[in-house]
């Protein structure tokens, strides 16, 4: 079994745990330290948590903003203090809405939306976080936060009527909370709502389906099969091109060096014009997957058109 893991691996957060209990799990499953997660989930919700280890902790700042996907259980005619289902309940209010009338309320909120984040929540407003506050029985005014919503589809709402349940599936952009976004449904109803349940769908190009649980990833770790599910730090960069380097400028790239257009191995396509493909190839601040001529993976570059050089924008090599 390797000392270090290196990469990213898709956790299914179960009920219960916070983020921070996962990874601390985590650390204690696999044996290692440099362990981050990209995002923290409700200690209730359950799905994907993307969960960097070893070098692939330098994604977790770039993980954090990809968008997500939940799916979440709302209830009607209730308002409560965390605004979910497990909080103090501070009004509750006769429902009479129709299912137009729903997604109407529903469809106010896609696209940018200024949304006021909530009292339980992990911000830091002056020091300290705002649960802890909100804890002590203070609320403080909270600047609104721009955010965007791509999509709110309404997959269920058999149970409106009879229990005022609905069920939704949001696309948005990070640092949206779901449970305010529930709150201000029920609000722009006029009968108040909170969350019931979530369920994180999607990080990026992580989904539910390929997620694990700790004790699939501790049944792995025993089985030595824990590579198949671990993905490299360059899979989230599969969107840009490859270049390689030539092994002449190899020292170059292994101790994170800046290197020129003449140390690239020459990849253009059979039957297309050297000088256009290399003229659209290489513009201002494109960025590249770099790797040697033996397929190492040493970073993501950006090539500048000033000084005709490719310089180190995330580094992940380690020379063992």
């Known amino acids: 079994m390797p000392?270090?893991?290196n990469g990213l691996i898709n956790i299914y957060k179960e009920p219960g745990f916070t983020s921070n209990d996962v990874v601390a799990k985590m650390r204690g499953i696999l044996h290692q330290k440099k362990i981050g997660h990209t995002g923290t989930l409700d200690p209730d919700a359950v799905g994907v948590l993307v969960v960097c280890l070893g070098t692939g902790t330098k994604l977790v700042e770039m993980l954090t903003d990809h968008d997500k996907e939940y799916i979440a259980v709302v209830k009607l005619g209730v308002v409560t203090d965390t605004q979910d289902m497990s909080g103090q309940v501070l009004e509750t209010a006769d429902v009479n809405v129709t299912r137009e009338e729903l997604r109407e309320a529903a469809k106010a909120f896609v696209g940018d939306y200024d949304q006021i984040p909530p009292m339980y929540s992990a911000i830091k407003q002056n020091g300290k976080k705002l649960y802890e506050l909100a804890r002590a029985g203070i609320e403080v005014e909270r600047k609104p936060r721009k955010i965007h919503i791509d999509a709110i589809t309404i997959l269920d709402d058999s149970l409106l009527e009879s229990e005022h349940l609905f069920t939704m599936e949001?696309?948005?952009s990070k640092g949206t909370?779901?449970?305010t976004l529930c709150h201000d449904i029920g609000a722009r109803l006029g009968c108040g709502a909170a969350m019931q349940h979530l369920t994180r769908t999607r990080v990026g190009a992580?989904?539910?389906d390929s997620a694990i649980t700790l004790s699939q990833?501790?049944?792995m770790r025993d089985e030595g099969t824990l590579d198949s599910v671990i993905k490299s730090p360059e899979y989230i960069f599969r969107d840009l091109d490859a270049i390689h380097v030539k092994d002449s400028a190899r020292k170059?790239?292994?101790n994170g060096?800046?290197?020129r257009k003449d140390n690239v191995l020459n990849e253009d396509p059979s039957g297309v014009n050297d000088t256009e493909y290399e003229e659209e190839m290489f513009k201002e601040g494109n960025s590249f997957r770099v790797y040697s001529e033996d397929e190492t993976f040493f970073g993501?570059?950006?090539?500048?058109?000033r000084t005709r050089l490719f310089n180190v924008d995330r580094f992940f090599y380690e020379n063992n």
């Open 3 to 5: 000392n270090n893991y």
């Open 170 to 172: 949001v696309k948005c």
């Open 177 to 179: 909370y779901i449970r």
């Open 206 to 208: 992580f989904s539910l």
């Open 217 to 219: 990833l501790e049944s």
């Open 252 to 254: 170059l790239l292994e």
């Open 257 to 259: 060096n800046s290197f």
């Open 300 to 305: 993501i570059y950006t090539y500048s058109e």
